[in-house]
Nanobody, 122 residues
Framework: VQLQASGGGLVQAGGSLRLSCAAS????????MGWFRQAPGKEREFVAA????????KYADSVKGRFTISRDNAKNTVYLQMNSLKPEDTAVYYC????????????????WGQGTQVTVSS
């Protein structure tokens, strides 16, 4: 299973970015998908998750109302729309696949992408 994250970059505070994660080598629609992030010197933390059907989502409190996770099973892709970005959102963002429903735990994710850097300037 391979997950390829893309869409990161440098943006000013208040701006927006959309991350994409393309999956291959698996039955994408069998997995719940999640996004995590890791800032320098900090542990990797949960950001958002979506069920395999796309019908349910979960968010970290720090991104609720600003980030939206979605998926297109026909394209084997999950997205993270990030609006109203803040400098504290600066991190490497990782997508991951899990067979556990809407889990926030890193250990429940079986496959991970390589990460994409998001930098928000003040």
């Amino acid at each position: 299973v391979q997950l390829q994250a893309s869409g990161g970059g440098l943006v000013q505070a208040g701006g927006s970015l959309r991350l994409s994660c393309a999956a291959s080598g698996c039955t994408f629609s069998s997995y719940d998908m999640g996004w995590f992030r890791q800032a320098p010197g900090k542990e990797r933390e949960f950001v958002a998750a979506i069920t395999w059907t796309g019908s349910s989502t979960k968010y970290a409190d720090s991104v609720k109302g600003r980030f939206t996770i979605s998926r297109d099973n026909a394209k084997n892709t999950v997205y993270l729309q990030m609006n109203s970005l803040k400098p504290e959102d600066t991190a490497v963002y990782y997508c991951a696949a899990s067979r556990v429903r809407l889990t926030t735990r890193r250990v429940d994710y079986d496959y991970w992408g390589q990460g994409t850097q998001v930098t928000v300037s003040s």
